[in-house]
């Protein structure tokens, strides 16, 4: 794979590591983003072990509400090689982005079965990265992505981490300051409860269009996630919303829950069952065009959830449950 097999469109983004494009393949002429990683020698062997590490994460999942990786190359330029990884493109942009246009142009909260179905597809990959060892570490808005056919993707595994095994923790203090749980401010180990924190952060953001934690510096920043201090979820939402914010934004990780607890919360189920059927739909729709059955990240998906379709563990119709 080398870069003149595709073509660069525009310019999407721009970072301390490199910068994104949107790229079309000259041979199918479909469209993908390329992340390009600056290999300088200035660079750190911590800077080269994450580039290293982002292709090695993305490389080995394989689910519809993942980003998927589709190859990466090297190529010599002045300033020195440069690492491409050449993604999935998702074609709507950034839930960030969803948000800032609902709240400055739409000027209206989101419908909650559309909170609901976003949520829970984040839940599914999440249920995936975790289920592998992964612990995300950066999951915010800006890396989640939207795609036309409604299908909602987390992607960027920059910083993401493979523990040892499920009982294993995290030390390095790393992540996007609003997002960060209080474990890693306090500078404790932690674990993929941590992703339950930022998972509720987002989840608190699609309702109220704005941070869930905000902070004219640092420190207030920090005070007000220390002591979980946020204004209640706009009273268009059902209470069971607030309660699953509730649940995970939980200072104490040890009672947040895990993401297989949220998938089969029964607050949920309605909304997963309705999704399902989508994506049944959806992938009939794809054989029937393409000719091809459904692929693997489709099964995969369908193996997550099914123990969850059925189960009324979790959260009972209050939100809340004794095991979290």
Not at 31 to 53: C, P, W
Not at 184 to 201: A, H, M, R, V
Not at 254 to 278: F, K
């Amino acid at each position: 794979m080398n870069s003149s097999r595709y073509k660069k469109v525009r310019k999407l983004g721009s970072g301390s590591f490199g910068e994104a494009w949107l790229a079309r393949s000259v041979q199918s002429q479909r469209s993908y983003v390329i992340k390009e990683l600056k290999m300088a020698q200035s660079l750190t062997e911590a800077d080269k072990g994450r580039v290293h590490n982002e292709v090695m994460i993305i490389r080995s999942c394989c689910h519809l509400n993942i980003i998927k990786y589709k190859d990466y190359f090297i190529t010599q330029e002045a300033g020195g090689p440069i690492m491409s990884i050449v993604m999935e493109y998702a074609d709507a942009g950034d839930l960030n982005q969803c948000i800032e246009k609902r709240r400055d142009v739409v000027k209206e909260f989101f419908p909650e079965s559309q909170v609901r179905n976003w949520f829970v597809q984040i839940c599914f990959a999440l249920q995936y990265l975790h289920r592998k060892n992964i612990i995300h570490r950066d999951i915010k808005t800006q890396n989640i992505f939207m795609c036309s056919n409604k299908l909602v993707k987390l992607g960027d595994f920059g910083i993401s981490k493979t523990l040892s095994n499920e009982n294993d923790f995290a030390t390095t203090g790393v992540g996007t300051p609003q997002y960060m749980s209080p474990e890693i401010y306090n500078q404790q180990p932690y674990d993929y409860k941590s992703d339950i924190w930022c998972l509720g952060c987002v989840l608190y953001e699609m309702c109220a269009l704005r941070p869930a934690f905000a902070g004219t510096n640092v420190i207030l920043l920090m005070s007000s996630i220390l002591n979980c201090a946020y204004a209640p979820l706009p009273n268009v939402y059902s209470p069971s919303i607030g309660e699953l914010v509730k649940v995970m934004l939980r200072t104490d990780p040890s009672r947040r829950p895990a993401v297989s607890q949220l998938v089969a919360a029964t607050v949920l189920q309605t909304d997963i069952v309705n999704y399902m059927e989508y994506i049944k739909t959806l992938m009939q729709d794809t054989s029937s065009t393409t000719g091809s059955g459904s692929d693997g990240s489709h099964l995969e998906l369908r193996h997550g959830s099914a123990s969850s379709l059925s189960s009324s563990e979790g959260f009972q119709n209050s939100g809340t449950s004794s095991s979290t």
